[in-house]
């Protein structure tokens, strides 16, 4: 059975969240209405995925984000806010959460979310966002970005696999996974469409 916390400043969020995820036959071992209160939680259950909104009395929750990663690289994260920004889903793969999800979105997203993080631990999800609104291309996995920010700093095949610990034809087979996503068949095209949509700095 899969472990939860429900970070958000509402009641009724929580409330109803714990309900949804109780029939989806997850255990909620807690909730939190603050960053603060978070921290302080997550070190006490130590729960397998941390459901959490940005928008928090005392902070933001890529502060909760980055201090899961700090501590933990396998407890999964869920980003479930209503900013729905490319811009937010940039930041939330950067902080290092595993999927991001609107607060509109069908529950049914939010709990294939929570599975994500335990199935695909080392990839990224995004549902319902309006970068996903704006383009039919999949998201890149976290190990592609990884690569994709090296192309964009110019390094070479041997260079990104030397800094990823990563065989060449690893590297190659990543990108040409990223070509294929972003539906461009060059370096330059690639960082040329990744930043036109969000997914890399100006």
Same mark, same amino acid.
């Given at each position: +059975? ?8 509402? *009641? ?11 029939? *989806?036959?997850?255990?909620?071992? !807690? ?11 997550? *070190? ?19 502060? #909760? ?9 396998? +407890?999964? @994260? ?6 729905? !920004? ?11 959460? &595993?999927?991001?999800?609107?607060? &509109? ?8 979310? @929570?599975?994500?993080? @335990? ?31 090296? @192309?964009?700093?110019?390094?070479? &095949?041997?260079? #990104? *696999? ?23 068949? &060059?370096?330059?095209?690639?960082? #040329? ?10």
């Amino acid at each position: +059975m899969i472990r939860v916390l429900i970070v958000d400043d509402h *009641a009724v969020v929580r409330s109803g969240l714990a309900s949804a995820f109780s029939i *989806a036959n997850f255990e909620v071992v !807690g909730s939190a209405a603050t960053v603060a209160e978070a921290l302080a939680q997550i *070190a006490h259950s130590n729960p397998d995925v941390v459901v959490l909104d940005l928008n928090l009395p005392d902070g933001s929750g890529f502060e #909760i984000v980055q201090w899961v990663r700090s501590i933990s690289k396998k +407890m999964g @994260i869920v980003v479930l806010t209503l900013n729905s !920004g490319a811009e937010f889903v940039t930041a939330a793969l950067k902080a290092g959460a &595993n999927s991001f999800v609107v607060k &509109n979105a069908p529950v049914s997203e939010i709990v294939a979310a @929570i599975e994500h993080c @335990i199935s695909s631990p080392s990839s990224f999800s995004a549902k319902g966002s309006e970068l996903l609104a704006k383009s039919s291309r999949p998201l890149l996995t976290a190990r592609e970005f990884d690569v994709l920010k090296r @192309i964009s700093l110019g390094l070479s &095949n041997q260079e #990104i *696999a030397q800094q990823l610990f990563l065989s060449q034809s690893t590297i190659k087979s990543h990108i040409t996974s990223i070509f294929r996503k972003l539906d461009v068949d &060059n370096r330059i095209s690639a960082i #040329i469409c990744a930043r036109e949509n969000g997914l890399l700095l100006q």
